[in-house]
């Protein structure tokens, strides 16, 4: 079992809809960091949480520390919106990140 | 004030040679880490610098990978004698803090083909 679970692995929407991507992870953590990436580029660091919620534009993280449960979520998506969102852990026990297996979104017009 | 710079961001070797990865971090920052992604994989943590300090290369190969980050420059990170099987993309990050309470910024990372 990996240390951080995202679902789902592939998600469709169409243009305007509400999005939401799950995080779970079985490790104590410092902080947990949501990331974009579009294909072939680079990668775009969205949140970083330890407490409560963030929000950002449209998009929107929260994390629940007791439950080990963060989620992200996407008010009105675009189809610029398409890439893969990545869910990383920081243990508090060292410096390195753990990352999810990432969420491939794809908003369609 | 510019961000995370990598060089080169395409890399093709064949078997056997090597290939240095550069990876310039943010302005002020002086942590840097190198991460790995497979295709069709996740990114998985390779190593954790500081100026002239390695600080955890757990998740570093055992043999042939080698990383850097001098006093003046850029990091490194150095395969030697590579294989298909290092064929991926190499993303590195910095952060203006140590452990575990920075903020990453990630680079547009380097990709690597080997023939």
């Known amino acids: 079992k990996n240390e951080v679970e995202q679902s789902p692995q592939n998600l469709t929407a169409q243009e305007g809809e509400f999005i939401t991507i799950n995080c779970s992870y079985s490790?104590?953590?410092?902080?947990l960091h949501w990331l974009q990436q579009h294909p072939g580029g680079g990668i775009v660091s969205l949140f970083m949480l330890s407490s409560g919620k963030k929000k950002h534009g449209r998009l929107i993280a929260t994390i629940n520390i007791q439950e080990k449960h963060s989620s992200l979520h996407i008010t009105a998506s675009h189809p610029r919106d398409s890439a893969v969102y990545i869910c990383a852990v920081r243990e508090t026990s060292g410096s390195r990140l753990t990352f999810g297996e990432g969420t491939q979104l794809t908003v369609n017009p | 004030n510019a961000g995370v710079m990598q060089n080169p961001r395409h890399l093709v070797r064949r078997r056997g040679q090597e290939a240095r990865l550069r990876c310039s971090p943010m302005?002020?920052?002086?942590?840097v880490y190198w991460y790995r992604q497979l295709p069709e994989e996740g990114l998985k943590f390779m190593v954790y610098l500081q100026k002239e300090n390695i600080i955890d290369e757990s998740g570093m190969p055992k043999e042939r990978f080698s990383a850097e980050f001098p006093k003046e420059g850029p990091s490194i990170l150095r395969i030697q004698q590579v294989v298909r099987g290092d064929s991926a993309a190499y993303f590195c990050a910095s952060s203006p803090f140590t452990g575990n309470t920075g903020e990453l910024f990630f680079g547009e990372g380097s990709r690597l083909t080997v023939l």
């Open positions: 490790v104590g953590i410092s902080a």
């Open positions: 302005k002020g920052h002086s942590h």
